[in-house]
């Protein structure tokens, strides 16, 4: 199939495009750049085997979406360009309600017009805010906490319109847990503008000498050790289930929402020893005060991935860390032209 993918620039679509490759997909690049960088786009050609076609279109430029459509005939879309940083939206919650749910709009109009039916959407397990319970299953209370959660809350909400008034509009939504890792190659991997937002790059970036020690909000928490304990996904994993839902959708012609997680937690601690580990550098860390906000354990139920996508994580926390390792000590500085702050 040619598949459009939004914000294949960024740090899950770069791998998802790699992926849909190797599948024998024509992948077809949308970004304007704003949270990612071009320098991307020949790595990507290393893996791939060649330059992907790309476009540098904002999702709400109207006119270049519909030049775009009429340029390639694309069998579905994969959905990532969005801001995504939690603190940031808190910030600037205008900035992500016109970014996120403005740029989806932008490209519904855009399929629909061009008779574009299938769609895979980049969604997240902060639409499940503090969950009553563990594992996460799909069924659990949608309690969002925060502007970027609500924005994943809201395109969700609106692809299920779409698919109530459309019956041949087909959505797979895919609710992230907490991605990490890179590619084995250590050619591409996450390059976050200033400072990380997410704790593996933090820990990364402490490793290579680029920041002197990890903050660990919270120490007390009813766990093991005392720290929070989420639900990680290799990055590689997690973009062969974009590979796998478009497969569920051709197949099965319908909209279904999926957690994608291991199934299992791992506390900030264990991430960190982890890390050392695979990397034979120390990572001196602090625990500092909980951050508001922030629940004990959240981790997923993958089951009905498994079962419906037939997908399933393969890779364990020590390849996360390892490939995160190669990637931040192959490139310390991430992409060219984007040093850290």
């Not at 519909?66 to 910030?91: I, N, P, Q, Y």
């Not at 909980?290 to 959240?298: F, H």
């Not at 490139?331 to 984007?338: D, L």
Request: net charge negative; with cysteine.
């Amino acid at each position: 199939m040619r598949i459009l993918v939004t914000g294949g620039a960024g740090y899950i679509g770069a791998h998802a495009c790699v992926v849909l490759a190797e599948r024998g997909h024509d992948v077809v690049i949308v970004d304007n750049f704003s949270n990612s960088s071009p320098a991307v786009l020949p790595r990507l050609a290393a893996l791939m085997g060649r330059v992907p076609a790309h476009a540098d279109v904002d999702l709400r430029d109207a006119a270049g979406m519909a030049g775009l459509f009429r340029t390639h005939d694309f069998d579905a879309v994969v959905h990532f360009a969005a801001l995504k940083a939690v603190g940031e939206s808190c910030e600037k919650p205008l900035e992500y309600f016109e970014n996120n749910i403005g740029g989806t709009l932008g490209l519904l109009r855009a399929m629909k017009s061009a008779g574009v039916r299938n769609l895979v959407f980049s969604s997240s397990a902060t639409v499940y805010g503090a969950p009553d319970t563990v594992p996460v299953r799909e069924d659990a209370a949608l309690r969002v906490t925060n502007p970027y959660g609500r924005t994943k809350l809201v395109v969700e909400q609106l692809l299920g319109d779409v698919c109530a008034s459309d019956p041949g509009f087909h959505v797979a939504n895919l609710r992230y847990f907490n991605p990490v890792g890179a590619h084995p190659s250590g050619t591409i991997g996450e390059d976050p503008g200033g400072v990380p937002n997410n704790l593996m790059p933090y820990i990364c970036q402490v490793a290579v000498g680029l920041r002197a020690r990890l903050s660990i909000f919270g120490g007390d928490y009813p766990t093991t050790d005392g720290t929070g304990v989420r639900d990680y996904i290799h990055v590689v994993d997690l973009a062969r289930a974009h590979a796998d839902a478009l497969d569920f959708l051709q197949r099965e012609e319908r909209c279904e929402t999926f957690n994608l997680g291991t199934g299992r937690g791992i506390s900030v601690i264990e991430l960190v020893k982890a890390f050392e580990r695979a990397s034979g550098r120390r990572v001196p860390f602090e625990i500092v005060s909980r951050r508001p906000g922030d629940v004990a354990e959240v981790y997923a139920d993958p089951a009905l991935a498994n079962r419906l996508l037939g997908w399933r994580a393969e890779l364990d926390v020590d390849a996360m860390c390892r490939d995160a390792w190669r990637w931040q000590s192959m490139n310390p500085m991430g992409y060219a032209g984007r040093a850290a702050a």
